[in-house]
């Protein structure tokens, strides 16, 4: 089955530790993201990747860092230094055709994330 | 920052019904995209306008684009209790290197 798959689903991490969440796609995407979800609000958009080895910050990058080593895999990591890391985290790939329009996004199924 | 700001933040409907949501935006875009939410589960593609058409249909939706407004409304026909769930608009902007940009959302609840 083609998708993409975020592990683990449910995270609890405590203060001052750095976590790292799992994305991974076989759908042979170029573009990766990472988006942060609060209660009851939009997807804020955290790290995206458009090519192995390259990626740029989104809106609220403080905090995270990621990489991009091979196409298929785009971690997360949520350092100590993120001062409110409990959200829904999730993880997207679309095929990367800048102007084309072809930006159709398929989503991971999500990691909660939560500070304890 | 929020490109897109849908309306309204929550919206509810009995069964049978037409459900309308709006979405505005801020800067010049290649194309718009609607998605679904389930609680609690990751978000699914449900249609993608380009910045040249000004409506388009898939089954029970219906989305139009209005580029001189920067607004775009996607219209659910005769729902369904099934259709309970958050909409979001996202927008790739016109030189924005492939980034998708996510509004607010509009909680939708479809009643019995």
């Known amino acids: ?116 | 920052s929020q490109q897109g700001e849908e309306d309204p933040q929550a919206l509810s409907i009995q069964e049978g019904e037409n459900a309308t949501m709006n979405c505005s935006y801020k800067t010049s875009i290649n194309n718009l995209q609607w998605y679904r939410q389930n609680s609690g589960r990751g978000l699914v593609h449900l249609i993608l306008i380009r910045s040249n058409e000004r409506e388009k249909h898939s089954g029970r939706l219906r989305v139009t684009l209005d580029t001189s407004k920067k607004s775009s409304s996607l219209l659910i026909t005769a729902s369904r209790a099934a259709d309970t769930a958050s909409y979001f608009c996202a927008t790739d902007a016109a030189g924005g290197g492939n980034k998708l940009t996510f509004g607010t959302g509009t909680q939708l609840k479809v009643e019995l």
């Open chain 1, 1 to 116: 089955d083609g998708g993409i798959t975020q592990s683990p689903k449910y995270l609890f991490r405590k203060e001052g530790q750095n976590v790292t969440l799992s994305c991974e796609q076989n759908l042979n995407h170029d573009a990766m993201y990472w988006y942060r979800q609060d209660p009851g609000q939009g997807l804020r958009l955290i790290y995206y990747s458009q090519i192995v080895n390259d990626f740029q910050k989104g809106d609220i990058a403080e905090g995270y860092s990621v990489s991009r080593e091979k196409k298929e895999s785009f971690p997360l990591t949520v350092t100590s230094a993120q001062k409110n890391p409990t959200a829904f985290y999730l993880c997207a790939s679309s095929p990367s055709r800048t102007g084309v329009g072809n930006t159709e996004a398929f989503f991971g199924q999500g990691t909660r994330l939560t500070v304890v």
